[in-house]
């Protein structure tokens, strides 16, 4: 890496000078051959006779060997292989994200992804030479590739085809469906690192003549800050208590949550109700539990349609007991520039909110209710010492008011006595005898 760049301190570097800098910033693309028409379009493939093994995976070579090539003249118009790479690789926005804030990490990577042929053009800055896995990649049922494009990527076929992974079929249909212009995908795991889990982002791509679909847009983002926004140092709960983030939607696997109980970024997502509502999944004839997992299903909803709301909800712990948690949500938006006419870019663009993220704080009553235990034991303890003190002040009280009595009334006693001795020998017959 170039020592002027974030990674550099994760990796090594070096020092480039200027021009030698450029030349670690040019993008590559990978575009497979298999069952590819004369234009370059793939809409099939010939698995098993090729691409049964990463060594027996198709590609085309180099930019002057794609379909439509042969002039070395693109037609403007997107129709062929050669005419998607070339037109996109005069688009500026790789070398501004990669060199944007260059000494802080806003992005792992960005690509291009066609539809018509599965050409991925990308930029990942200094690994850039660093693609060979797109021959590894492998359609699994693990990676849902299978159910998603099963005609481009059967199980067992190799080559990475971007229109087999969730972020491109999601985006697409949410576009071409619903014309969202952007979709953030839960966490998930890399095609290029089995390791390594992380979100993207992918919006549409849009031909300017037609309005039709030809691909996605992808950025990929490290869920690090956002974990670390969240950690308990960053944002305090009691104990038990946790932050729940989901999506508005769920991926082919039915995930949803970025951050939540056993979620740290270690594994990929998983649906809401699975991670708060762990000890709850095996109902059966429980009444008692499947009320509990409805009610949650109903805050889940909520959270989902983007509302804001302070709610309780009753949950299973480890230990079988059932302990009453409360949760306040509420909706987190994202700001992006939509094109007010994609097929006229001189109209601008409008800024605009999508609703990405619902975020929850989640405390538990035991949780709540521990800082007043110690509390009253402090309490306790300070009643404790008091009524101590106040008994042996009363006794002392007590005791001084006793002897004050004493001395008193001996005060009075004694002269009562003298006189009344007095009297007795005046009264007596020996009156001059002194008393």
Excluded at 48 to 58: A, E, H, M
Excluded at 161 to 186: F, H, M, V
Excluded at 370 to 393: N, T, Y
Aim: proline residues 6%; charged residues 20%.
């Amino acid at each position: 890496c170039d020592c002027t760049w974030y990674y550099s301190d994760m990796f090594g570097c070096e020092q480039y000078s200027e021009l030698e800098r450029q030349s670690l910033q040019f993008p590559y693309f990978v575009v497979s051959s298999d069952a590819a028409l004369p234009n370059g379009t793939r809409a099939t493939t010939d698995f098993p006779n090729n691409s049964d093994s990463p060594s027996t995976t198709l590609w085309w070579d180099g930019p002057y060997l794609l379909p439509g090539s042969e002039e070395n003249v693109s037609t403007g118009r997107l129709v062929t292989t050669y005419d998607r790479i070339r037109t996109i690789s005069a688009f500026p926005l790789f070398s501004v994200l990669t060199n944007y804030d260059i000494k802080n990490e806003n992005s792992i990577g960005h690509a291009f992804a066609f539809e018509e042929d599965g050409a991925y053009f990308a930029d990942e800055g200094c690994f850039n030479f660093e693609h060979a896995w797109t021959a590894f990649w492998q359609s699994t049922k693990e990676n849902g590739a299978p159910l998603l494009r099963p005609e481009l990527c059967p199980p067992g076929k190799y080559g990475y085809d971007p229109r087999c992974r969730e972020w491109y079929d999601t985006g697409r249909r949410k576009a071409i469906q619903n014309g969202d212009s952007l979709y953030i995908t839960t966490p998930y795991v890399f095609a290029g690192d089995g390791d390594f889990i992380a979100q993207s982002a992918t919006s549409p791509l849009i031909d300017p003549g037609n309005g039709a679909h030809v691909g996605q847009t992808l950025q990929d983002f490290s869920v690090t800050e956002i974990y670390s926004a969240l950690t308990n140092a960053s944002t305090p709960l009691a104990i038990g208590g946790f932050p729940l983030l989901i999506t508005p939607g769920t991926d082919n696997f039915d995930g949803d949550t970025v951050l939540g109980p056993g979620l740290n970024g270690s594994v990929s997502s998983r649906p809401v109700s699975k991670v708060v509502m762990r000890y709850d999944q095996d109902c059966g004839d429980d009444a008692q539990c499947i009320k509990r997992q409805k009610e949650f299903d109903k805050i889940a909803a909520s959270m989902k349609s983007g509302n804001t709301s302070t709610k309780t909800f009753d949950r299973t712990t480890a230990q079988g007991d059932i302990e009453t948690v409360f949760m306040v949500y509420t909706p987190i938006t994202v700001m992006y520039l939509d094109p007010v006419d994609s097929s006229d870019f001189t109209r601008g663009a409008r800024v605009a909110n999508q609703f990405s993220y619902s975020l929850g704080l989640v405390e538990t009553v035991q949780g709540l209710l521990e800082p007043f235990g110690v509390i009253e034991a402090d309490m306790q303890r300070h009643i404790s010492v008091a009524i101590g003190v106040l008994a042996a002040v009363i006794f002392l009280a007590v005791a001084t008011t006793v002897g004050i009595s004493y001395l008193v009334a001996r005060s009075i006693s004694e002269p009562m006595i003298c006189l009344l001795e007095l009297i007795r020998l005046v009264n007596g017959d020996n009156v001059d005898q002194d008393p």
